[in-house]
């Protein structure tokens, strides 16, 4: 039987080669399913860069070539087709299909990556820092690895795709940069602040010794502590942390500066700041707790800086009708502690004192301890639950059947849009429940019920999506600041019968940059591409595209079509394709549109294209001559 079905599964086979046409040995190809995680099956080309993948069922695959290790000649890894990709930062490509009884040739072409050059050295000195790597970050934050200085302190980040990075150092002693020149202790800033390099550079970091603070974790009887999680924070950021088996610790490289503070914690015990301010489950606001520690100057070392821990007690209690439930306590600091449980509870690690207790369960109403109805992020007075000496029992929930709103978001087009948030608001801009939008543009807030009432409806996207503005239901303009009453009010409970929430989301206003018309790609350099196939295109760095431009101005082209049908083209981070097509073709006839098209901001490609031309084959040309951006390129 097995002989049978692998004569019937297919295979993908082909060839790695480098710049003239070298074959390159042991590289490795991996090919992945649509929906990517694990590779199905591998390979390892041989002397004649020659590999293959045999065995696999018919279907659409994606494939990645990645270099060996030691990789002395700086190859960079590659997603099909022309994607350059490293370990950290796959991108899916362009689908291989694969027929029964069929082996498909592809092959690959590798590049020798660019690379950024320069020296780690110690300020005053100008001796080389070696215990100092420098880790280097795409202009979306993707993680491209780090290297090691020479022995002289020069460092060379290889292999990397033409662009531009955001570099910062790593080290154990010396106070951590990102460039240029910011402090970054153990990558605890913000990579988006730093000015990123273009590749070819060459950036010099100079370090200066790390401060450092040292002290005990105490326990009872003012004996160390073993096995306590010691963190340090600076303002709101967490700068580093590391476990303490004895209970003594010791953090080197900090960065000059004013206000540390450190954080101390165990289970059994209450989490405190030094030196004895109480933080149970690290709820407080940390950076102004307790008191701060000051480093005024470049290898600083204070010592000394001791926390006794006191051991905590508990909340505990039933839930009621018994299905899985979120347990929160809120104390004097803030959120003091929240577990996740079905049937019973038990918060622990809590200090004496009074506390607030909600229970938010599936398809139920969030309530407050004892039978106070209280929607998510909503401030709400509940009975008063005292911790006193000893754990605090019988505080238990009885949760009653939730009334959910639901909806979709879609943008102008009619594209679904996933992952965007979404509040449900009072009046007055109390923010009583939450939810986000999934992979098919649709939302409910089925997981937290809302009482009776009148509520309004808005989208909140994150930071990093500009593509779209926010609106409160229905249609009205949102920014931060906007007032929820200036929209269209929402009843609960929902008459039978209304309308769900649909909300939809125009595109931002962008500036239009020009550029000279470009060819960004053009599959006529290889064989014509079978209808139904995905293809990837990667935008940024061609002809001038930078990495913050949300879309492109583009001149799209089918020729040598076999038969007649339809191209989509869409920003790779949809959803799904949208049901909108860029264009329509005729049999052996060249049709050309001019079109718009959205970038994705996130992974490596940046559009999508599919043509669907039954049993037919075709060639793509895209050439751009302008960008949309909010502001020239970094």
């Known amino acids: ?62 494939l990645q070539t990645r270099p060996p290790f030691p990789n002395p000649q700086h190859y960079t890894g590659m997603t099909y087709a022309n994607i350059p990709s490293n370990d950290l930062c796959g991108a899916r490509g362009t689908e291989v299909a694969v027929g029964t009884g069929t082996t498909a040739a592809i092959d690959f072409s590798v590049s020798v990556g660019a690379s950024i050059q320069g020296d780690v050295t110690r300020s005053g000195t100008g001796e080389a820092s070696v215990d100092s790597a420098v880790a280097a970050y795409d202009l979306r934050g993707c993680d491209m690895g780090s290297v090691a200085p020479e022995a002289n302190g020069a460092f060379e980040f290889p292999g990397l795709p033409p662009g531009k990075y955001y570099l910062a150092t790593r080290s154990s002693t010396r106070a951590d940069q990102l460039y240029p020149g910011l402090p970054c202790t153990n990558l605890s800033c913000d990579i988006f602040s730093g000015t ?18 040292a002290g005990t974790v105490l326990g009872p009887g003012a004996a160390p502590l073993p096995g306590a999680q010691v963190e340090v924070w600076k303002a709101t950021d967490k700068v580093t942390s590391l476990f303490s088996p004895d209970g003594h610790f010791s953090v080197m490289g900090l960065s000059p500066g004013i206000g540390y503070r450190i954080l101390a914690k165990k289970v059994g015990f209450v989490t405190e700041v030094y030196p004895n301010a109480p933080c149970p489950a690290g709820g407080c606001n940390v950076g102004s707790a307790g008191t701060g520690i000051d480093l005024p100057a470049p290898g600083t070392a204070i010592a000394g800086v001791d926390i006794q821990l006191a051991p905590g007690h508990s909340i505990q209690g039933s839930l009621s009708p018994g299905s899985a439930a979120v347990v929160q306590v809120f104390g004097s600091t803030g959120l003091a502690g929240e577990v996740s449980a079905s049937v019973s509870y038990n918060v622990p ?11 938010t369960m599936g398809n139920a109403l969030t309530e407050l301890y004892n039978n106070h109805p209280c929607a998510a992020n909503q401030v709400c007075l509940g009975d008063t639950v005292t911790v006193s000496g000893a754990d605090r029992t019988g505080i238990n929930f009885s949760l009653g059947g939730a009334i959910p709103l639901h909806g979709m978001v879609h943008n102008t087009a009619g594209d679904p849009i996933g992952a965007v948030p979404i509040e449900i608001l009072a009046a007055d801009g109390t923010v009583m429940s939450a939810a986000a939008s999934v992979v098919d543009g649709s939302w409910t807030t089925s997981s937290e019920g ?79 591409i079978a209808s139904g196939v995905l293809v990837a295109l990667r935008l940024e760095g061609a002809c001038g595209i930078p990495g913050d431009a949300y ?76 960008y949309f951006a909010r502001d020239t390129p970094p």
């Open 1 to 62: 039987m097995w002989l049978a079905a692998a004569a019937r599964a297919g295979g993908i086979s082909g060839t790695v080669s480098g710049p003239a046409g070298i074959p390159l040995q042991g590289f490795a190809v991996q090919a992945y399913s649509s929906q990517l995680g694990n590779p199905l099956a591998s390979a390892v080309t041989n002397v004649s860069g020659q590999y293959s993948i045999l065995g696999l069922p018919s279907g659409n695959y994606f």
């Open 349 to 359: 690690d809590l200090p004496d004192g009074n506390y607030v207790v909600r229970a």
């Open 196 to 213: 990123p390099v273009a590749t070819g550079a060459v950036v010099n970091f100079v370090l200066s010794a790390g401060s450092s603070i």
């Open 450 to 528: 809302l009482p009776s009432g009148t509520y309004y409806v808005r989208t909140r996207l994150p930071r990093r999506i500009h593509q779209y503005a926010d609106r409160l239901w229905n249609g009205r303009p949102c920014g931060a600041t906007c007032i929820p009453t200036t929209g269209t009010p929402v009843v609960v409970p929902v008459p039978q019968n209304a309308p769900t929430i649909d909300i939809v989301l125009p595109f931002s206003g962008l500036d239009f940059f020009a550029l000279k018309p470009c060819r960004v790609f053009d599959s006529r350099s290889g064989p014509t």
């Open 551 to 626: 879309a492109v101005s583009a001149n799209v082209t089918v020729t040598s079509a076999s038969v007649g049908g339809v191209l989509a083209l869409w920003p790779e981070n949809l959803p799904f394709e949208p049901v909108t097509t860029t264009l329509s073709f005729n049999a052996g006839v060249t049709r050309a549109n001019n079109s718009v098209l959205e970038m994705s901001l996130e992974g490596l490609q940046n559009i999508e294209a599919r043509a669907t031309l039954p049993g037919g084959r075709y060639h793509l040309i895209l050439d751009v001559n302008g």
